[in-house]
């Protein structure tokens, strides 16, 4: 592995089926957007409950992708 530099941001997906669900549609969309994705940390779960049981999950990650070389210099 070579020297990289990294840029994190915090993004928060959700799901009705699960955590696991939540964190997959929040890398998924990021990854439409964000070049070089390379990880993720789960920062923050959280749910929303209707009658006394769940009805959402909420998982706040932070994800990191590589930043680009400036090409041609230094």
């Known amino acids: ?3 990289h530099v990294y840029k994190m941001v ?3 997906g959700s799901s009705t ?3 696991d ?3 997959r549609n929040a890398v998924k969309t990021a990854s439409s957007s ?3 994705l390379d990880w993720f940390e789960v920062v923050q779960t959280r749910g929303h409950l209707v009658d006394g ?3 959402h999950y909420q998982v706040t990650l932070k994800v990191a ?3 680009e070389p400036k090409s041609g210099g230094t």
């Open 1 to 3: 592995m070579g020297n």
């Open 17 to 19: 089926t699960g955590t």
């Open 53 to 55: 049981k769940v009805a």
């Open 21 to 23: 669900d939540a964190i």
């Open 34 to 36: 964000l070049r070089h």
């Open 65 to 67: 992708f590589r930043l």
């Open 10 to 12: 915090e993004i928060v």
